[in-house]
């Protein structure tokens, strides 16, 4: 039967169950994270929490495209990672937030089911603050601003986000680090207060000052720069079993000290 055929009365259909369940079983296993040997930048690490710099190019959890190579089967490869959340089958054990593949930096994953529970109220409530470095096209005229502009997915593409009146929610502030008027740039610190897809770089492509190797929201191509200047630099949080606030950091790649002096 070929794809868009349209049934009739009479016409006779016979299933191949032996066959889709072989190619089920085949599906789900592809899917089920498995263990991988993959080095981890540890940042910090007990018997509750784990933090990893993670660097541009990995995916944070196997998805459509992306089985293997990912942050999650790197941790299911760590001896130290000893989560049990919702058992083998979970694609995402630990992960607490995610960043974007070209975006590096600090990520807080949680190694036991109280801990993620816990983190992610905490995510939910707005009361873990992320710092991010981002560096811009253009002189940003503003010392300190807020953008606070919803959005949705776009309706003509849906790997991509855009600002729409109907969409949820978004609200980054930023304040000027450095600017280079030289090289036309400015480095900014970036705190999102919501954590929607894609936010910090639709929003300050919004404003008119996109980030460097951003090409997917109108940033310009950067011959050395094969990824989005943008770089998760340190995380505040109530640390899940001890209850002390913590703040850890994670350094800039050396792809992007060249912007800045100040060496995050």
Known sequence: MKPGHKVKTGDNIE??????????????????????????????????????????GMVVHPACGNYSGTLVNALLN????????????DLRPGIVH???????????????????????????????????IAVVKGIVELDEGIINAPISHNKKDRRRMAIEEEGKEAITSYHVLERNKEKNFTVLEVMPKTGRT??????????GHPILGDVFYNGPHIAGLSRQALHANS?????PVKNS????????????KNYTHRHC
């Open 15 to 56: 299933i191949d169950l032996e066959k889709l369940e072989k190619e089920s079983f085949a599906e789900r296993d592809r899917k089920i994270p498995k263990g991988e040997d993959i080095s981890l930048d540890i940042v910090y690490e007990d018997d509750d929490i784990l933090a990893v710099n993670k660097p541009a």
């Open 78 to 89: 760590y001896p130290g990672f000893t989560a049990k959340l919702n058992g083998p089958k």
């Open 98 to 132: 995610r960043l974007d593949k070209d975006t590096s930096g600090i990520m807080l994953i949680a190694k036991t089911a109280v801990a993620h529970r816990k983190l992610s109220k905490q995510l939910k409530n707005r009361t873990i603050i992320k710092k991010y």
């Open 198 to 207: 894609h936010q910090i770089r639709i929003h300050l492509s919004y404003i």
């Open 235 to 239: 995380i505040l949080f109530i640390h």
């Open 245 to 256: 606030p913590m703040e850890l950091t994670a350094p800039l790649p050396p792809e992007l």
